[in-house]
């Protein structure tokens, strides 16, 4: 379960999964917003005050905001599924 204001671990595998080219725009875009959007919730949410779940799911999903490509990302990308743009 995501802490409050926060992502469900549940809703950034399903966006993850489905490749890119097989989502509409709309559907881009929404992920989009949504990852930027937990992105602003992790740096502003301190670190003591997330659940163990919710610090894993950071992990996971490379929201340490160090300019790096979440491990997600590498693994689309490793299998095709991501965007041609590289970070």
């Given at each position: 379960m995501a802490d409050t204001g926060r992502q469900s671990m549940t809703d950034k595998a399903a966006s993850s999964v489905?490749?890119?080219?097989?989502?509409?725009?709309?559907?881009?875009?929404?992920?989009?917003?949504?990852?930027?959007?937990?992105?602003?919730?992790?740096?502003?949410?301190?670190?003591?005050?997330?659940?163990?779940?919710?610090?894993?799911?950071?992990t996971m999903s490379g929201n340490s905001n160090e300019g790096q490509e979440s491990l997600m990302e590498k693994a689309k990308h490793a299998t095709g599924m991501g965007d041609s743009e590289t970070k």
């Open positions: 489905k490749p890119d080219s097989q989502k509409s725009m709309t559907e881009q875009v929404g992920d989009k917003m949504k990852g930027m959007s937990d992105s602003v919730a992790s740096t502003l949410q301190p670190q003591s005050e997330k659940s163990t779940t919710q610090k894993v799911g950071d």
